[in-house]
């Protein structure tokens, strides 16, 4: 679910950034992944 939001909120082009604050290890590990897809996705 949280990456899906994530992936949501940068495809939307409605924000500049997005930004996830957290003190859990597998919710940071999780958007790591997903901001390191987004920025290496090759079209």
Known sequence: MLA???H???ES???DV???ST?????ARVAN???YEST????
């Not at 290496?40 to 079209?43: E, G, N, R």
């Open 18 to 20: 997005v930004v996830v």
């Open 4 to 6: 899906h939001s994530i």
């Open 13 to 15: 082009g409605a924000v």
């Open 23 to 27: 003190d859990d290890d597998e919710i």
């Open 8 to 10: 949501a909120a940068l």
């Open 33 to 35: 992944v997903v901001f």
């Open 40 to 43: 290496h996705l090759i079209s």
